[in-house]
């Protein structure tokens, strides 16, 4: 699998990331992108717009609904009673692809790097709901689906964040 032939769109309007091999969709997933819509400032909560690539793939042998925090798993893993425990917290479970921007001035470097800003596509509690905005900036998945994805994943693949639907080709 090569980067060229094999790379992610995620539609911040359609709320779905499409896998994307050989100009072909290969599956489409339910997403949440930020409650703040579209954005690439720091700080901002928005979810980064542009051209990325998967920096880090980070989880790979944890077990589903691993807790992570700073990118290390903690050794706990989610259930209904860490959540009544802390209703506010931003979970972060299963498995983590932390993306790099890769435009300069937009997404990359200074206050807008999404790098810098913590960016990843990650696990979330399975109660969450997926196609609205509801994230601090990242863009969230159910647990098996992000399974799925990762394994299908490869550090220095493309990402492609926008507004419109997954490319027809």
Known sequence: MTESASWLHISIDQQQLCLIKNKKIQQTYGISTALNGAGCLKNSGCTPLGKHQIKLKIGANCPSNSVFIGRRPTGEIYNPQKAQAEPQRDWILTRILWLTGCQSKMNRGGNVDTLARF???????????MGINKSHGCIRMHNSDLLSLFEQTFNKMSVLIETPPCPLF
């Open 119 to 129: 960016i990843y596509i990650h696990g979330t509690p399975d109660s969450e709901p």
